[in-house]
């Protein structure tokens, strides 16, 4: 007896043109994704450096009380520069891919916190660092006289607007 249906074997995985397929549309994506995602990556470099400068700020503060010593932390104008201090634990940190600025006369700018974690110079201005790179948003970071605030703000026409 003859049947009148064939059985087939279920055929698995992709034809090579399907793959091509993939590999075209998956390149095409891509290609467009990848205009507006560097940006957003150079915006994340300038979010985690201001997050940098202020935990190492707060750490050279916090020290300076432990320590009941003056405790100082160091910046300078620039590209990729390092934030340096006395009293920093974890060490040193490079600020990379970010371009670092400050209200200060001088390139090198040394916060100073004293043994009651007071920041006491400069003696009338609270001091304004900015972080930019190419198409970001600029951070800034004000740290007042006195008990040593800080404030984290975007920086907008050269002036830092915080929350």
Known sequence: MRHW???KRPTTGFTQIELMITVVVVGVLAAIALPSLAPWL??????AAINQVDLALQESQNEAIKRNQICRTTLTRGENVSLTGSCLVSGS????????????KDDTWTISFNAQGENRTPVNDPG????SAPSTQAKCLVISVGIGLRRMGKYVNNVCVTP
Do not use: A, M
């Open 93 to 104: 940190r490079t600020l990379n891919g970010v371009t670092v600025d400050h209200s200060r």
């Open 42 to 47: 150079r915006q994340q470099q300038v979010n």
């Open 128 to 131: 304004t660092l900015w972080l």
């Open 5 to 7: 249906f064939v059985f």
